[in-house]
């Protein structure tokens, strides 16, 4: 599937979400650059890896704890693929734009940001011996899309959808769109739970994606995502 809204575009310039996009591209482009042990040492520097995130807590060595805590948030621009990153800035170009305009540059920042850590705490909750190195953007745009089904229920989503071998569009609304995407997410969760590394799964961190919908369903409103007001 392939989600297009066909929603009004924004008054704004959403500029952050740009901004995000364009950081997650160049870092992917940069570590292309890499050799493999290069990039086995960036993602053991700057992604999550559960057992060391544990480590960290349990040695209560504020300095450790602080350098473990900082990748919560340098591994939401990580990824391992091209249709890891494909897939992961796609949803956000469609969905965050509209986001940022309801809260505002600033404070979406804070919310993208906020979800993806959330998120990543989420999934080292149910895997918190794993060595395998958690990356990705998909913690915090699931936030977004929590935030965009709270805010746009009733909006239209236009999906792409195989028929054999031809290919149709629906017009979905987002609750019904998105509130399968996060039941699927929630699903798989629980079926996974028996793995104890995300390379159980496929390499999906479906507890991140789960947590961080559920983050992005209560931040949002805290951040004032439901009013009316102008920004």
Known sequence: MVPLHDNNPTQITPWVNYGLIATNILVFLYALTLTPSQLEELFQ???????????????????????????????QFLHGGFLHLGGNMMFLWVF???????????????????CGALAALA?????????IPAVGASGAIAG???????RFPKARILTLVPLGF?????????????????FQQF???FASLQATTTADTG????????????VGLALGPMLGLLSTKPR
Not at 105 to 112: A, H
Not at 166 to 182: E, H, K, S, V, Y
Not at 203 to 214: E, K, N
């Open 45 to 75: 520097t700057f992604a999550v890896v559960p057992e060391q995130l544990t480590a960290s807590f349990q040695s209560g060595n504020p300095a450790q704890m602080w350098a473990e805590g900082i990748t919560l948030f340098t591994s």
């Open 96 to 114: 965050g734009n509209n986001i940022e305009e309801k809260l505002g540059r600033v404070s979406y920042l804070f919310f993208y940001l906020t």
């Open 123 to 131: 999934q080292w909750g149910v895997a918190m011996q794993s060595s």
């Open 144 to 150: 977004v899309l929590g935030a965009y089904i709270l």
């Open 166 to 182: 031809f290919l149709t569009t629906f017009r979905i609304p987002a609750l019904f769109f998105l509130g399968f995407w996060f």
């Open 187 to 189: 699903l798989y969760g």
């Open 203 to 214: 390499g999906v961190a479906y507890w991140a994606h789960a947590g961080g919908f559920v």
